[in-house]
C-alpha cells in the first residue's frame, strides 16, 4: 500500500501522522488512477460506438456527484474533442443533488423531444408474458 510505503520512508508512526502534503499526494494518486481506469472504458466504449455501422451516439453526458469532479471533467472533455465528441455536464452546482440532477436530466429531455407518454411509445414484446398452459 503506498500510504504504508510513505509512512515507512518518512519514519512516522502511523499513517495518520503523514503530513497534509503527503496525504494530498496519495489522494491525487488514487484519483489519477481511477480516472485512468475510466478513461480506458470511456475509449473502448467510443470505439464500440464508432465501429457500429449505423451508430450515431457522438454525444456522452457526465452526470450525477461524479460530474462535479474537476479533473474528471476536464480528462474526459480532453478525451471527447480529440476524437470529435460533444460533451455535456451540468454545472457543478446541480451536481450534487439526486433531486437536482434528475430534473437536469428532465429539461434535456423535453429539449429533444423525448417522453415517457405511452400512447407515443412503439413498444414491441420480444418474450411471452406467459406460457400457455396445456
Known amino acids: 500500500m503506498a500510504a504504508e510505503k510513505i509512512r515507512i520512508e518518512r519514519g512516522v508512526e502511523s499513517i495518520e501522522h503523514l503530513s ?3 496525504k494530498a499526494d496519495i489522494a491525487a494518486s488514487f484519483q489519477n488512477v481511477a480516472i ?4 480506458q472504458r470511456l475509449k473502448r466504449a467510443m470505439t464500440l460506438c464508432e465501429e457500429e455501422e449505423d451508430n450515431l451516439i457522438k454525444t456522452m453526458a457526465v452526470v450525477g456527484g461524479v460530474a462535479a469532479n ?9 478525451i471527447c474533442q480529440e476524437r470529435g465528441w460533444t460533451m455535456h455536464v451540468p454545472p457543478p452546482r446541480l451536481c450534487t443533488d439526486q433531486g437536482a440532477m434528475s430534473a437536469w436530466a428532465s429539461v434535456e429531455r423535453i429539449m429533444v423531444g423525448s417522453t415517457d407518454d405511452p400512447t ?3 413498444v414491441h414484446a420480444r418474450f ?7
Open 120 to 122: 407515443v411509445q412503439e
Open 36 to 39: 485512468l481506469h475510466i478513461e
Open 20 to 22: 497534509k502534503e503527503d
Open 70 to 78: 474537476q479533473e474528471l471533467r476536464s480528462r474526459l472533455d480532453a
Open 128 to 134: 411471452p408474458f406467459a406460457a400457455k398452459i396445456q
